[in-house]
């Protein structure tokens, strides 16, 4: 006889982990055909693109804390020096008003006057007018020399410590634009890294055809230079084409934009600033149809300064992974000011 057995019904577990199996693809097809989709290279060239701009304005304001801070570092050096040398002529002048007290302990007893210095400050001792009348001419020049010395001191030693205190303010901004631009740097890297390697290749690729390094022919016209200086410093500036771009670069084996305009205007003759946001202010301003080779040119709310080259060229340190080259001004960004030195 044949047997009739009912179907076993599947375990409330069971169910219970199908259910949430089901669920869970559902969630994750929802989630995949919502998801953003990858960039394009356009886009992320573009996205690394506005990082480096924004790198460079934060390299512009470290470039400036820095020199702020090597002005402060000498001037806060100059002032302990200072410090130094007054306390050294104020201890000599000490030694002098002591000698004097002994050859009166010698001759029969210390002035009373001078017991009184020796046992407190000038300051206080010049303020009593009843001591005045038992000193001496050379008691009197020797203590007023000293009570000078030692309000000169006190003056000196706060400058002193007004400007450290400065100098700690500005090696906090320092390392604060340090950090900001590095931070966009390393950004505009992930970025970079979420395309495959025949991409960036293509990129790279890109970027060199916008640009002519080192050994390419330029066509720079034949425009005559503003003048012997900026010829000089265009011909200098012409010797480090190839060379890498580094925030904080000032040569010879790296630069940034206003590192490279800076050298090669000191090899040329001519000290100028260290920053795109002092450099501006060096000389006479122009406009983009008045420009001449050796000009500056800043772009892009002056995060960046190049030097002009002739025929809508300029040379420049460009951004992080490129070097020193030549550069159609159209494919830099907004043109702001020519300066002339």
């Known amino acids: 006889m044949a047997s009739h057995r009912r ?18 693809a559902v969630a994750l097809t929802s989630q995949a055909a919502h998801a953003d989709p990858k960039p394009t290279k356009s886009e992320v060239k573009a996205k690394v693109d506005k990082l480096y701009h924004e790198a460079e304005k934060a390299t512009e304001k470290y470039n400036g804390a820095k020199e702020q801070q090597q002005k402060l570092e000498k001037q806060v050096g100059a002032l302990q ?11 000599t002048l000490r030694s002098g008003l002591g000698s004097l007290a002994a050859a009166q302990y010698r001759s029969g ?16 001792f010049l303020d009593e007018a009843s ?14 020399k000293i009570q000078e010395k030692q309000r000169a001191l006190a003056q000196q030693r706060k400058e002193a410590q007004d400007k450290l205190g400065d100098l700690a303010d500005v090696r906090k901004t320092l390392g604060e634009n340090k950090k900001k631009f590095q931070g966009k740097l390393a950004e505009a890297q992930r970025l970079l890294n979420t395309l495959t390697a025949a991409e960036r290749a293509k990129m790279a690729e890109e970027d060199q055809r916008a640009s002519r390094a080192a050994g390419d022919r330029v066509d720079l016209g034949n425009e005559a230079p503003a003048s012997a200086l900026g010829a000089a410093a265009l011909r200098a500036g012409a010797t480090q084409l190839g060379k890498p771009y580094v925030s904080g670069g000032t040569g010879p084996n790296s630069y940034d934009c206003s590192g490279l305009t800076q050298w090669a205007y000191a090899q040329a003759g001519a000290s100028i600033t260290r920053t795109t946001y002092t450099q501006i202010n060096e000389g006479t301003q122009i406009g983009r149809s008045a420009l001449k080779p050796g000009d500056l040119v ?8 190049a030097l002009y080259a002739g025929n809508n060229t300029v040379l420049h340190a460009p951004k992080p ?3 020193v080259r030549y550069e159609s001004m159209n494919t830099i960004g907004s043109f702001q000011v020519g300066v002339r030195i």
């Open 321 to 323: 992974g490129a070097v």
């Open 298 to 305: 800043f772009f892009n709310n002056t995060s960046h300064v």
């Open 131 to 144: 001591a005045l009348d038992q000193l001496t001419a050379k008691q009197t020049e020797s203590l007023e």
């Open 109 to 124: 007893g210390i002035d009373p006057s001078v017991q009184l210095f020796l046992a407190s400050d000038p300051d206080t």
């Open 81 to 91: 020096d200072k410090v130094a040398r007054g306390q050294e002529e104020l201890n």
């Open 7 to 24: 179907p076993k019904q599947p375990s409330r577990a069971r169910v219970t982990v199908l259910t949430a199996t089901a669920a869970a």
